[in-house]
């Protein structure tokens, strides 16, 4: 059974700290790794598709990396509106279109 | 392109009622999906659509129903509705094994 993992489940950032958020799975042959910026009250957003080890993806302030066992999402110098929770799935070669999502990390960047 | 949209936006139920929660495409995606979203809680996946006339099971399909007539169209069925089925639903599409893209969502309150 695919298995994703997020951590932390919450974090507070003061503007402009950099930090990491972190997300481990265990997948039965890894066809991509997904991550998605979910608002308040709003569908999740695509952000990035990650899918051989050593890829690594930007866009803004944000940087996504992967190795064979897990991603990391970069922030680097955060702002208020970078406040969301992030979400990682994970889709496997045998899976078909499904993903398995890990449960969060809810994000507050302090001004 | 409007992309993912969802109706209704709220929705209460009494125990036992039934109801529809409609989701249209306009991104000509031939995949389509039903996610529900419990507080703190990663997306599990209800059913899935490869295309028009073709739907399977994902991780938590019992109490629901899903019919693909059309391209465009993934409506959800709600028979029986029990308080369980409180959450927040969401509709996704992609092309093929691509990312998916969300719906806002509908918020399903079952009293």
């Known amino acids: 059974e695919d298995q994703v993992t997020q951590s932390p489940e919450a974090l507070r950032l003061q503007e402009g700290e950099s930090s990491s958020l972190n997300c481990s799975y265990t997948?039965?042959?890894?066809?991509?790794l997904f991550w998605y910026r979910q608002d308040p009250g709003k569908g999740p957003e695509f952000l990035f598709t990650?899918?051989?080890a050593g890829e690594e993806k930007e866009k803004e302030r944000l940087k996504a990396t992967l190795t064979k066992k897990e991603s990391f999402l970069h922030i680097t110098a955060p702002k208020p509106e970078d406040s969301a929770t992030y979400l990682c799935?994970?889709?496997?070669?045998?899976?078909?279109?499904?993903?398995?999502f890990g449960e969060g990390t809810q994000l507050t960047v302090n001004p | 392109n409007a992309g993912v949209t969802q109706t209704p936006k709220f929705r209460i139920l009494k125990i036992g009622q039934s109801m529809t929660l409609q989701c249209t495409q306009d991104?000509?995606?031939?995949?389509m999906y039903w996610y529900r979203q419990d507080p703190g809680m990663g997306l599990k996946l209800i059913y899935y659509?490869?295309?028009?006339?073709?739907?399977d099971k994902g991780e938590v399909p019992n109490g629901y129903n899903v019919s693909r007539s059309t391209t465009e169209d993934f409506p959800l069925r709600l028979e029986l509705a029990a308080p369980s089925q409180t959450s927040v639903y969401f509709c996704?599409?992609?092309?093929?094994?691509?990312?998916?893209?969300f719906g806002p969502g509908t918020r399903l309150t079952v009293l």
């Open positions: 997948v039965s042959g890894l066809r991509g």
């Open positions: 996704a599409s992609s092309y093929q094994r691509y990312e998916q893209f």
């Open positions: 991104m000509n995606h031939n995949y």
């Open positions: 990650l899918y051989s």
């Open positions: 659509s490869v295309g028009a006339g073709i739907t």
């Open positions: 799935a994970v889709q496997a070669e045998t899976s078909g279109s499904r993903l398995t």
